[in-house]
């Protein structure tokens, strides 16, 4: 792909006239005025700056290829936050304890990204941790915020297995263990969302590890369940009730936002005659620590045979391979 091609598809004219409109506001004297949106503005100003700058100073053939792998991103959602959550599967501590190096995996993973020269500068608040009982995590869900954050983790979504030798069995007997990993962007405009409150389960909790003054006296964390669809969301990362509650409706809302469009592109698949499964119940990647050493995902036959590396986040190559098939087949 020569240079001016890529041109066209990373849409640079169009991301330069965004740069002068995003200096302009920044000029305002206002503009600090609501830090968070400032931050926003000033965090997407430098990744597009980054990638104009790549693509201007790209001359090799090396640096054009390098620059292709920007064109993956192309989704409707992909430059937005995200907002991954884990669940252990069944299996108590063992299945625990592998949620719980996922999350950790996801940790470095975004570590990783902020460290790289491509100035994403991403960061992670984690909302609510349910920890396990002996080990490990019941449940994470982690506002992961930075360019690209959506369209990089949205292939993580769907169950992840382990095969071990499990630490915690005294026989050093092999164990399978299963974990679901859920991915949704974060939406801009949430406000069409219309929930009714008659179709909310409230409950409030004891927030622990996470959290303000007072965290381990006061019942300050949400949990919200949405009846009809029976999603359930639970923030406990704000210092009080009323600001757990925001968060978790905002994430809620998101969650249910995604179901719909996922609805609506399964049933433009079926009138267009494909049946394939979208589920995030689906089995993607198999991560092999006994007898083998070996991480396969499913999806694309991506393998590598360094599963340390993998759980220590090196997990661009299934992420750029799962893009590459995704795109070959629109």
Not at 33 to 44: E, F, L, P, W, Y
Not at 136 to 153: E, H, N, P, Q, R
Not at 284 to 300: A, C, E, G, M, N
Request: proline share 2%.
């Amino acid at each position: 792909m020569d240079k001016e091609e890529l041109r066209k598809l990373l849409k640079i004219d169009e991301r330069k006239a965004e740069i002068a409109e995003i200096e302009q506001k920044m000029q305002a004297p206002d503009f600090w005025s609501d830090s968070q949106k400032a931050t926003g503005i000033s965090q997407r100003f430098s990744a597009l700056k980054a990638i104009i700058d790549r693509f201007d100073a790209a001359e090799s053939e090396n640096d054009l290829k390098e620059l292709e792998k920007e064109a993956l991103y192309q989704g409707e959602f992909d430059e937005s936050n995200a907002i991954l959550s884990i669940h252990a599967g069944a299996g108590g501590t063992e299945a625990q304890d592998w949620a719980e190096m996922l999350e950790r995996m996801y940790i470095r993973f975004a570590q990783i990204q902020k460290s790289e020269i491509r100035n994403q500068n991403w960061t992670i608040t984690i909302l609510d941790r349910q920890s396990g009982e002996e080990a490990g995590i019941k449940s994470v869900t982690i506002k992961v915020d930075g360019f690209y954050a959506y369209g990089k983790l949205k292939c993580e979504a769907g169950v992840h297995r382990l095969v071990r030798i499990s630490p915690f069995d005294a026989d050093k007997a092999r164990h399978t263990s299963f974990a679901l990993v859920e991915v949704i962007p974060e939406f801009d405009e949430v406000s069409d969302v219309i929930i009714d409150d008659k179709d909310l389960k409230i409950d409030v909790f004891r927030a622990s590890g996470h959290g303000g003054q007072s965290v381990n006296t006061t019942d300050s964390a949400v949990r919200i369940t949405h009846l009809p669809t029976k999603i359930t969301v639970s923030c406990q990362n704000e210092r009080s009730q009323l600001q757990n509650r925001e968060v978790a409706m905002k994430v809620l809302k998101m969650k249910i936002k995604k179901l719909e469009l996922d609805e609506k592109k399964k049933k433009e698949r079926a009138i267009m005659g494909d049946h394939t499964s979208a589920e995030w119940g689906n089995q993607i990647r198999s991560y092999v620590l006994q007898p083998y050493q070996q991480v396969k995902d499913h999806r694309t036959d991506m393998v590598s045979t360094n599963p340390s590396d993998v759980l220590d986040g090196k997990i661009d190559i299934f992420i750029d391979a799962c893009l590459r098939k995704t795109k070959n087949q629109e």
